[in-house]
């Protein structure tokens, strides 16, 4: 049974920083797998934040955190973390971590196919 299990979230100041972890059981990263995070704000739709490859280390980033947000995975502890800096309050999100076998970041971000979803972290930004 896949599992992916989220940390990391909590309340944080403008310009401040968080790490979210992700810690995925039942497959590992030597398997093809597009692994990310996506985030939903109040009354908004679901946005595809940040993906990374299993395999080929291929990055994916929404124009809204390019800069700011650095995503890595460790093979070893099977966990990919994904490094917010220059919070904003736009930021303010339930932050998913999602895993699909075999498909491109890009897609994956973008059409929400994800084939496993964590429970998500509660990230709040205040100005």
């Known amino acids: 049974e896949v599992q992916l299990v989220e940390s990391g979230g909590g309340l944080v100041q403008a310009g401040g920083s968080l790490n979210l972890s992700c810690a995925a059981s039942?497959?590992?990263?030597?398997?093809?797998?597009?692994i990310g995070w996506v985030r939903q704000a109040p009354g908004k739709e679901r946005e595809g934040v940040s993906c990374?490859?299993?395999?080929?280390?291929?990055?994916y980033y929404a124009d809204s955190v390019k800069g700011r947000f650095t995503i890595s995975t460790d093979v070893a502890k099977n966990t990919v973390y994904l490094q917010m800096n220059g919070l904003k309050p736009e930021d303010t999100a339930v932050y998913y971590c999602?895993?699909?076998?075999?498909?491109?970041?890009?897609?994956?971000?973008?059409?929400?196919?994800?084939?496993?979803w964590g429970q998500g972290t509660q990230v709040t930004v205040s100005s």
């Open positions: 999602a895993a699909e076998w075999f498909q491109y970041c890009w897609r994956t971000m973008t059409t929400m196919g994800a084939d496993y």
């Open positions: 039942g497959f590992t990263f030597d398997a093809d797998y597009a």
């Open positions: 990374i490859g299993t395999t080929d280390g291929i990055t």
